[in-house]
């Protein structure tokens, strides 16, 4: 199956809008309504549904379980975020992504 991305709530909607212009699925957390929830419920519900949590918050790097991470610091550009996020969605697999945290 292909990956599906969970914006938490700091990714930029810029890069949501992209990814979906080349058909990949997202949600963010202000379309799932999980605004001002704390990091360990973001990624509780990025585990549920099966999706890879694209974040600029370091503090998810210390998370052990998971169905993938990927990872900007907050002033990787915009675009080199969208173009990591669509190499990973044409290039790997969800069963890759399980608990790796891949650096945007």
Do not use: C, W
Request: net charge negative; aromatic share 6%.
């Amino acid at each position: 199956m292909a990956i599906k991305f969970y914006m938490d709530e700091h990714i930029h909607p810029g890069v949501t809008k992209a990814l979906r212009q080349h058909d990949i699925d997202v949600l963010t957390a202000q379309q799932t309504g999980n605004l001002n929830m704390d990091d360990g419920e973001h990624l509780q519900f990025a585990i549920s549904e099966g999706r890879v949590l694209v974040t600029q918050d370091e503090d998810f790097l210390k998370a052990t379980s998971h169905r993938g991470i990927a990872y900007a610091h907050q002033r990787t550009p915009m675009r080199q975020i969208i173009d990591g996020l669509v190499l990973i969605a044409e290039t790997m697999t969800e069963e890759e992504m399980i608990d790796h945290i891949e650096y945007l």
